[in-house]
């Protein structure tokens, strides 16, 4: 299953780390940087990319907002 994750916050990184673990896809969006994308999705142990929100809202199967 893809897993979109939009936010800025903790929470995104946590949920995201939980999904790439138990092998979903996950894409990590909506941050003021790019950097800080890149970083969540290569310390998320598994299959995480980053991504544009226009991209991560048209490739995944669930959307999940994470605004803590």
């Known amino acids: 299953m ?3 994750i939009l ?4 929470m ?4 995201g780390t939980l999904f790439a673990c138990a092998r979903h896809e996950v ?5 003021r940087r ?3 994308l890149k970083k969540l999705a290569q310390d998320a142990y598994g299959n995480a990319g980053a991504s ?4 991560a809202v048209q490739e995944v ?3 999940w907002l ?3």
């Open 2 to 4: 893809q897993v979109g």
């Open 7 to 10: 936010g800025s916050g903790l």
């Open 12 to 15: 995104r990184g946590k949920f």
């Open 27 to 31: 894409v990590f969006s909506y941050a």
């Open 34 to 36: 790019h950097d800080k």
């Open 52 to 55: 544009t929100l226009g991209e």
């Open 61 to 63: 199967d669930v959307l």
């Open 66 to 68: 994470a605004v803590l």
